[in-house]
């Protein structure tokens, strides 16, 4: 089964959009177990983190400082591993994940809301860093907001020229939408069906993304993109 995945012409793809399904995942895991808030970004945290610092919370702005920076770490350790340890953080990352979708399982509901989403925040930024996209283009597996700038930007400039090397662009960036929202989908329904359980049902596809992984490493260089 590797070899065939290994020579499938833009094997990169596939990877990408599986993660994307993963980003996705987790996103609405997170909104649906954890009171409405979402792990797979910082902007809303680091509002927040101001917010509670000026109004006097100081438990709640320790707590989103703690998201800050395990968000950071997660995504200084692609960088730290491979240039001091020589590990693949590509091959690493499925497993980074896997253990947050473990943990998730665990921590106590009545947990706070931030400190129970650690292990997404460290995951999500740990994948984002490992992975840079497909096909050509940068594009992120864990929040949508660039990618539907990409897609939009890339249409309205075939729109206006007719090149159809912009429709290129436009697929891999709708697709990852597309399979991004897929993931919310099957998290929705994990939930649905396993309340908090639910994140063990991620770990088959976390699987199937390392399968991809090596495949992807296993390519011939010229199938990669």
């Known amino acids: 089964m590797m070899d065939k995945l290994s020579q499938k012409p833009h094997i990169d793809m596939y990877r990408h959009f599986a993660f994307a399904c993963v980003g996705g995942y987790f996103a609405s895991y997170a909104i649906l177990t954890r009171f409405g808030v979402m792990a797979n970004a910082q902007t809303m945290n680091l509002v927040e983190l101001v917010l509670t610092a000026l109004t006097g919370s100081w438990a709640a702005a320790v707590q989103h400082l703690g998201s800050f920076l395990i968000y950071v770490a997660g995504t200084m350790l692609t960088v730290l591993l491979p240039r001091r340890l020589g590990w693949s953080v590509r091959r690493l990352s499925p497993f980074v994940s896997a253990a947050a979708a473990v943990a998730m399982a665990f921590i106590p509901m009545n947990t706070p809301v931030i ?27 864990i929040f949508s907001t660039n990618n539907t700038k990409q897609a939009s930007l890339s249409l309205a400039e075939y729109l206006c020229d007719g090149d159809k090397a912009h429709l290129r662009k436009t697929r891999l960036y709708a697709l990852t939408l597309l399979h991004f929202h897929l993931g919310v989908a099957l998290g929705y329904l994990a939930v649905k069906a396993f309340a908090q359980y639910g994140s063990f049902c991620l ?23």
């Not at 994948?127 to 050509?136: C, I, K, L, P, T």
């Open 115 to 141: 400190v129970s989403l650690y292990p997404i925040f460290f995951a999500v930024s740990f994948q984002w860093s490992s992975y840079h996209g497909a096909d050509g283009f940068y594009s992120s597996t």
């Open 203 to 225: 770990l088959p596809l976390l699987a199937w993304c390392y399968i991809l992984v090596l495949a992807e490493d296993n390519a011939p260089a010229a199938d990669k993109n």
